[in-house]
């Protein structure tokens, strides 16, 4: 059974600093694509962005130059640095996993997911 659990989601002020994790288990990790989504009450699930099973990774704009995604396939973890927080960052934040190398962009395609983590960006 694939399981995937985020950690280090809170509360920050704007222009801070916080560091997700998310820990994959039952899957053959390293030849998995690995995305973070996140979504406000009433919006749909945003992709932040991905990181394929070379280590190529790819953001939606609002986030480029300010997160950053990494993984760790030793530990069969995933990151997610994101520096220079805005409040309109505030956010579910979700880790997902696709079976196969690439990744595509919707999250519909997403095999699996995290339970979520919550991060809270205040003025």
């Known amino acids: 059974q694939v399981q995937l659990v985020e950690s280090g989601g809170g509360s920050v002020q704007s222009g801070g600093s916080l560091r997700l994790s998310c820990v994959a288990s039952g899957y053959t990790y390293r030849s998995a694509c690995m995305a973070w989504f996140r979504q406000v009450p009433g919006k749909e699930r945003e992709r932040v962005g991905q990181i394929d099973r070379d280590g190529n990774t790819g953001y939606v704009p609002s986030v480029k130059g300010r997160f950053t995604i990494s993984r760790d396939n030793a530990k069969s973890t995933l990151y997610l640095q994101m520096n220079s927080l805005k409040p309109e960052d505030t956010a579910m934040y979700y880790c997902?996993?696709?079976?196969?190398?690439?990744?595509?962009?919707?999250?519909?395609?997403?095999?699996?997911w995290g339970q979520g983590t919550q991060v809270t960006v205040s003025s």
């Open positions: 997902a996993l696709f079976r196969n190398s690439w990744c595509p962009d919707g999250p519909s395609a997403y095999n699996y």
